[in-house]
């Protein structure tokens, strides 16, 4: 266990060095000045500019200048907040954009694990068919055209919820749920399609005839199973969740990461973009790290050292 860990370690660190690089190149090649107002600048003002940031200066340079402040946790500064250090803007919003994220993990996993069990249970009747319709249709339709929908409805029209804020429990709602729901419908399908698999295997069929009854043979060993694959799927879909969240934010005015984030794609401010993708990317490694040895701990049939049944 101990050899494994160290080398998922290896490999993370592997991997995120790679993102930082591609994220730092990626930038270098934008059109452009991250400069307000730059097409109001004189070309000897313009190129003062890029001399006082060190943006004249050859790639090489500057990416042997990034990483140096980077090992040492200096991200720069924000070129649209006045120079405000990164590190402390994404420390001060990214909490908030991880609580959305996960509220909406915790309610979209609880109804989709039910979901799924009791589509599972009842497959190929009545209600299963109407549970895979209502997953079908959440997966395919946009969390940002559900969350217009829902503000329309539900602030506009009836008004019980405030159209947009992130002050209290009420405000928490709607961008709860425009989220949760793909992720109720994803896992739904996904828990009832393990659901399906478990209940036709052999060793159920043996409870039953063995006269172990139908509640007993769901509750002690048919979910049980179901759910040790959930894991997988949990964790990076976790990730996915508090990055993706970016849209939502905006539309409901969160002050997250996400509108900063968007705005600083729009005004090429590289420090800011480049700080939240590699927040982002360490977030998603470092879950599915997680996530690698939970499998391997909650299911001991699999070695996480080789990682194939013993």
Request: glycine share 10%; aromatic share 12%.
């Amino acid at each position: 266990m101990g050899r494994y860990i160290l080398k998922r370690i290896g490999y993370m660190i592997v991997t995120f060095y790679v993102v930082v690089t591609l994220t730092f190149l990626s930038m270098k090649m934008l059109p452009g000045t991250p400069f307000k107002f730059a097409n109001r600048l004189s070309p000897e003002q313009l190129n003062q500019l890029k001399h006082y940031y060190g943006l004249d200066q050859p790639v090489p340079v500057q990416y042997l200048q990034y990483m140096w402040n980077f090992i040492h946790g200096d991200l720069g500064g924000s070129f649209q907040y006045g120079m405000q250090p990164v590190t402390e803007f994404l420390m001060q919003r990214f909490p908030v954009s991880m609580q959305l994220g996960i509220e909406s993990m915790i309610f979209g996993t609880i109804l989709g694990i039910l979901l799924g069990i009791i589509s599972g249970i009842y497959r190929g009747r009545f209600l299963d068919w109407g549970m895979v319709t209502l997953t079908v249709v959440f997966i395919s339709i946009p969390s940002f055209i559900f969350a217009a929908i829902l503000q329309y409805f539900f602030s506009v029209q009836i008004r019980i919820f405030p159209v947009i804020g992130w002050s209290g429990p009420m405000t928490h709602v709607l961008p709860v749920i425009s989220i949760g729901v793909g992720v109720m419908a994803s896992i739904a399908r996904f828990m009832r399609t393990e659901m399906v698999e478990v209940l036709n295997q052999d060793y159920i069929v043996t409870a039953q005839a063995k006269g172990l009854s139908t509640s007993a043979v769901i509750y002690k060993h048919a979910i049980r199973n179901a759910m040790i694959p959930i894991v997988t799927v949990i964790g990076p879909m976790t990730a996915a969740v508090v990055t993706g969240s970016l849209v939502i934010e905006n539309i409901f005015a969160i002050p997250g990461i996400g509108s900063q984030f968007i705005d600083a794609i729009v005004t090429n401010d590289y420090p800011m973009i480049m700080g939240t993708t590699e927040l982002y990317a360490a977030l998603f490694i470092v879950t599915i790290f997680i996530v690698d040895i939970l499998y391997g701990v909650i299911d001991p049939r699999i070695r996480v050292s080789g990682g194939k049944p013993s």
